[in-house]
Structure formats: C-alpha cells, structure tokens
C-alpha cells in the first residue's frame, strides 16, 4: 500500500514534517523516501525539480499522481486512506470548519518564521537593519499572540480543534515546535508551550522528529525575543 508512494524531504522543515506525522498517524510506515540536504540545495536537483518545478519540498509521488504542497499532500492522504489508522478529518463538514480553518491560517505563522530565518538571503546587504528585522519579528510575535488565545480559548489539554489530535495538529504542532527551538519564550505564550508538551510525545511526532534536532539539541536564540 505505502510502497508506491516517494517522499522527498528535509530535516527539519515544517512542511515535510507535517506530511510525515500523516503518514504514521495512517499506518503508511514503509514509504519511500529520500532525506535532502538544504546545505547543498538538494532540493534543486533535476530529481525533484521534475516533480516540484519550485525545487522545494516535501516532493511527494504516489503511482502517477503528483503533488507538492504540504496540506494538499496530508488531504489527499487522509482521503485515500480515509479507514486506516486515526481519522484526522470527521465526516461531518461543520466538524471539520475550524480544522481546515486553523490549517489554512498557519500558513501565516510558517510566511512570518520564513520572513526571519530567510532575512540575510532575501534582503540586500545595504538594506538590512536591527531595526527592519526587529519589524519581523513584531509581525510574528502578534501571529503568536493571537495562536495564544486560540490555545487559551481551548483550554489546556486541548487540541488545535478539539479533544481529538486531528489533521490541524498535524499541520500546526511542526510551527510551534520550530518556533520555540528557536527560541521563543515558552513563558510569554504559556497556552501554546502546554499544547506543545501534551502533543510533543506522541508516538507520531517522536517517530517524526527532525533527525538533527535529535543530534543537536541546541535550540538557538533567533526568536529570542519575539
Ligand atoms: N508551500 C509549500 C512550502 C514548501 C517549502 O517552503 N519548502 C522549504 C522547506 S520548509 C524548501 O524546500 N526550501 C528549500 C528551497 O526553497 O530551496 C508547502 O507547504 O509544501
């Protein structure tokens, strides 16, 4: 079943991680896959470039169907492998309203880390400033805060959606993992940090974890402040 599907991926990106913690949470152990290196821009390979013009991943194959947008790969997944392993979409369409709503509008938070993480590569060396990247990180910093009251407004020992891991959990809990290794107070956003704990032991997001993460523990200090 999972054998005809290929997945090229890098360590650490949220997108891939996303479509990875999918994949175990369906039972679809066994994929194939390839783990790129972003140092050697891996990514820009003729191999993936022929499924992902971007050169970007998760490149994801299945048969003769293609695709290559993270929540995209992690719907037709549950899609087709709807009855095996956990559900992470209910059938009911009210029930999933808020799960394709929080998965859609995280794609705020990732633009906002990539606004920061990418500064020097996307900003001409004349142009950068303390200040301008300070910018940035005020931009995240209220992306965060209205996450917080998300969190809060669930309660601790709740899900992004709910009392059950879904396919928002999937998608959002790589964002919040990335944003506090890099640094963000788990203080200042004490909802999201009890999300982060209560979800960050699951089986599939252990199973999941970044392998240089697991190397190096060292979280960095880049959204120190935010
Ligand atoms: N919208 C895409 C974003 C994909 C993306 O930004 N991938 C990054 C890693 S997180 C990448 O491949 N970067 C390498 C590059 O752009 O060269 C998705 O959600 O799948």
Not at 98 to 113: A, D, G, V, Y
Request: overall charge neutral; hydrophobic content about 40%; charged content about 25%.
């Amino acid at each position: 079943m999972a054998n005809n599907i290929m997945l090229y991926w890098g360590s650490g990106s949220p997108a891939c991680w996303r479509v990875q913690v999918v994949l175990e949470e369906k039972r679809l152990q066994g994929y194939q896959n390839k783990l790129l290196s972003f140092d050697k821009e891996e990514p820009k390979s003729p191999e993936v470039l022929a499924i992902n013009p971007r050169g970007q991943v998760p490149a994801f194959k299945h048969g003769d169907i293609i695709l290559n947008e993270s929540i995209g790969i992690c719907l037709y997944l549950e899609d087709l492998f709807k009855s095996e392993g956990v559900q992470l979409m209910p059938d009911d369409p009210r029930e999933k309203a808020l799960i394709l709503q929080r998965s859609l509008e995280s794609n705020n938070i990732f633009q906002k880390i990539g606004d920061i993480t990418c500064y020097n590569k996307m900003v001409p060396e004349n142009e950068r400033s303390e200040a301008g990247l300070q910018r940035l990180k005020d931009a995240l910093s209220l992306e965060l805060k209205l996450w917080e009251g998300y969190a809060a407004k669930m309660g601790t020992e709740s899900y992004v959606a709910g009392k059950n891991f879904t396919m928002a959990d999937a998608v959002i809990f790589p964002l919040v993992a990335l944003v506090f290794r890099f640094g963000a107070s788990q203080a200042k956003y004490p909802y999201l940090a009890a999300y982060y704990n209560l979800v960050k032991n699951r089986p599939s997001i252990q199973a999941t974890w970044p392998p240089h993460w697991k190397t190096n523990p060292n979280t960095g200090d880049l959204l120190k402040n935010v």
